[in-house]
C-alpha cells in the first residue's frame, strides 16, 4: 500500500474542518492535526511536517494579508505543499495564488473522489521538483508519552533508557520530565541541569526553540534533556498550554521526543497525552498495577486516546501471581514490550548514575530495551531506517558502551 498523504488543516470555521475532514479518504489521505490563523500556526504545522497545507476559509477572508500569512510559512522550504480550499473558485484567485507559491486551489464543494485525485497531483508534482531543486523533506517526528497510573512501576527508567538508546543510534532525540512534582529523569541519568522545564516556560520572549535548547542539558549519548522544576511547589508554573507550545516545537526540531508523564492527570499531563503519537502504559506484575491499569484505560478512553495506547510490561517474572495474560486479556491488547525483573542491574545503574543500556549492554534488561527501541525504530523508520541505526549504534559502542 503506497505511503498516505499527510494533511494538515487550517481553518477557523469548525464547519469548513468537518466538511474536509468528510472527503478523506481513508486509503490515501490522512489528516495528522488542524491549526488555526493565528501567530502559533507556522510552528505547530511545521512541527507535524505534513505532506499537504490546506488553507481554508471562505473567500470574503482571503486578501494579501492571507497570502502573507502563507508565504510566512516558508513552506516549499520545508517539503510542503500549500493548498487554498475557498467557498468561491475565481480566475484572479488562482492566478493571486500561484504567485505566492500555493499548488491548488478547489471549492470547498469539490466531490471527494476529485479532492483525492487533485492532492495526489500535487503531490507528484511536488516530488518532481523537490528532486530538481534538491529540497530534502524533514522526517515527522513521533511523540511518545510514557504513563502509568501509579508510581514505582519503572516508567521513568524504561522512558529514559529508550531514549538514551535512540540518541546513541543518531537519532536527534528529546527526554522531557513532566512529572512536575517529583520528576528524576535528571538524575537517573547523572546529570545537574541549571534550567528546567519552569525557565522555558517563563522565557520574557516566549517559549521557542532558542529557549527549549538553551534550557535542556545534553547526556553523553546526545539526548537532550528537559528537565522537571527543582522544587515541587514550582509546578504550578507549567501550564496546559506551555506543555502543548513545547511539544510543538519539538516536533519541528527533534526526530523522536519522550514524555515522562507523572502518575496523576492533571491538566498538562493530559495535554502530553492528547498531544502525543503514542502512549506507553507502563506497569509491573501485580493486582494493585492490573486494577490501575484498567481505571487508566478507562478514563483514556473518556478522553478519546485509548487507540493510542500500548502495554509496557515491567519486572515480569515467573513467581509472579498475576501473569501477563490477565493484562492482556483484562485490557484487550497485547503487550507490546515485556521486560524481566531485573533489579539489581537497575538499581546499580541507578546509584552509578549511568543508564542500564551503556551500565551493563548484556544484562536481560539492556537487552530487552534494545529489542524495544529497534522495534520503534522499525515502526517509525521501516527497514531501511532501522538498518541506519543499527550501524550507527555500534560505531557509538566504543565510546558510550564501553563496559
Known sequence: MADLINIVVCAEQTEIKVNIKNKIDPEKLEIIGYSEFNNEAKTRILGYSPDVVIFATESENIDEKFFDFIEDMELASNGCSPVIMTDEVTVDLVNAAARYGVRQVMSLDISTEEFTKNLEGVINSERKLSKKINVERKTRSHVYSFFSGKGGVGKTTISTNLAVNLASRGKKTLLVDLDLQFGDSDMALDLNPTETIVDVVRDSLGISIDSLTNCAVTHASGLSVLASPSSPELADYVQSAHV????????????????????????????ALESSDTIFMVNDVNILSLKRAKLCQNVLYQINQSDKVKLVINKNAKKNNVKISDYENILNMEAYAIFSSDLKTINDSLNSGQPAVSYKPRSAFAKELNAFAEKVIMEREGKEGLAKAKTAGKAKKKGLFSK
Open 244 to 271: 502543548k507550545a513545547i511539544i510543538d516545537i519539538a516536533r519541528n526540531n527533534y526526530e523522536y521526543v519522550i514524555l515522562d508523564c507523572g502518575c496523576n492527570l492533571t491538566d498538562p499531563v493530559i495535554t
